[in-house]
């Protein structure tokens, strides 16, 4: 009796022999980090729909945007684009939103605001002015100034003593510079600037002179004469430290950094530093923080937004496989440039292994669904892990095949 023999066609077992290949490959190359965007702008086109820009970043294949109404609640991913501008629609009008951007080789940019525009006056279609700059002129009088913002047809600057509630507006003025007269010697000023498209800029102080002597600082509370840092980066976050940096200030001679829980209300002040970057230590893994610097010649600037990742510890290559629904990659294997990785629920930490056990990508999990870009790991066998904030955790395989 003979047996019979199954024969198969060449295409199913060349695909066979490729994955079984891809299976017992080893990944060498980790994915690089890299700068998270800068530059956030943003243009109204019409009430409820505002086209958003940033700054490219070398070697990102994509950029993922999240938005979200005022400054707390859950985050709205508006895409993701291999495009450095996205225009976001279906908005609330006359409303303040909060955006944020990610490079596909970067955890997410510092928070950037803007106006949904529509209404009366509703309209703050670019960005404050900021680099607000005082100089003492007499005991009497300051000379203030500011940066040019595009599209921006005048400006207007307002002012008041530091024990004063209400704002005296000194008028409207086409360039970014202003004489105020007729101030109180020896005293502390708030003072605030507007474009004609934005809304007003975040408040600087200046001191003005004595009666003797003339451009003085006074005294009490010292002088704030230059503005607040800007261009504000969290550039690596890790599970316990984070190093940030920001835009060095003319004539400043140092700068204070401070940190807080992003759920409490009390700063750590982190120390004194004569450049422009810093790194804030003994933080804890899987918690949002803000952080803030001011130089020694003005007030603090706005608070910058970063989550620090879950501490990873020992080796997933060698974990037992959960194939639970809850946790699936798609398509897999992986054929283009991206998976798509659904998850139980956001806040938990996502990871992706070599088969050696080497962590090659790793990012906060912000959506039931997680799009990732692999564009830049080798073809072969990878582990992806799912670390949620309670310690439990799930992994899948996952095949690289470009």
């Not at 980790?30 to 958003?52: E, I, K, R, Y």
């Not at 990610?102 to 670019?126: D, L, P, Q």
């Not at 054929?335 to 050696?356: C, K, P, R, W, Y």
Request: net charge positive.
């Amino acid at each position: 009796m003979h047996m019979a023999r199954i024969l198969f066609p060449n295409a199913i077992i060349r695909t066979v022999a490729l994955l079984l290949l891809l299976w017992g490959s080893i990944a060498s190359t980790q994915a690089q980090g890299c700068s998270q965007p800068s530059n956030l702008n943003s243009n109204v086109f019409s009430p409820g729909s505002v086209s958003l820009r940033w700054s490219a970043i070398q070697g990102a294949r994509s950029y993922t945007l999240q938005y979200r109404l005022g400054n707390t609640g859950a985050w709205t991913i508006g895409g993701t684009i291999t495009a450095t501008n996205l225009t976001i629609s279906n908005l609330l009008p006359e409303r303040v939103y909060t955006w944020r951007v990610k490079a596909s080789c970067s955890t997410y940019s510092s928070v950037a605001t803007f106006n949904s525009g529509g209404g009366v006056g509703g309209n703050t279609a670019c960005s404050s002015p900021s680099n607000q700059q005082a100089r003492s002129l007499s005991s009497s009088s300051v000379s203030l100034s500011w940066s040019a913002i595009e599209g921006s047809f005048n400006y207007t600057v307002q002012y008041r003593r530091s024990n004063v509630s209400a704002w005296t507006t000194a008028g409207s003025v086409p360039g970014t510079s202003l004489t105020l007269s007729g101030l109180v010697a020896n005293s502390e000023y708030n003072w605030r600037v507007k474009a004609s498209c934005s809304v007003y800029s975040s408040i600087d102080k200046f001191n003005t002179g004595g009666t003797t002597g003339g451009g003085g600082t006074g005294t009490g509370g010292g002088s704030t004469s230059c503005s607040a840092p800007s261009n504000t980066n969290t550039n690596v976050v890790f599970s316990t430290s984070a190093q940030v940096s920001w835009e060095p200030q003319g004539g400043a001679l140092n700068y204070t950094l401070q940190y807080r829980l992003a759920t409490s209300s009390t700063y750590v002040t982190v120390g004194t530093v004569t450049a422009a970057n810093a790194t804030i230590t003994g933080l804890q893994a899987g918690r949002e923080y803000v952080w803030r610097v001011k130089a020694n010649c003005s007030p603090y600037g706005s608070d910058v937004q970063f989550s620090t990742p879950f501490a990873f510890t020992g080796s997933t290559a060698a974990a037992p496989l959960n194939t639970q629904a809850n946790l699936r990659l798609f398509p897999n294997p992986v054929t283009a440039d991206l998976v798509h990785i659904q998850t139980e629920g956001t806040g938990g930490q996502l990871f992706i292994l070599n088969s050696a056990g080497q962590v090659v990508a790793n990012e906060l999990i912000t959506d039931g669904v997680q799009t990732l870009d692999v564009s830049r790991l080798n073809n072969g066998l990878y582990f992806v892990r799912v670390q949620e904030a309670g310690g439990k955790s799930q992994v899948q395989k996952l095949v690289v095949a470009h």
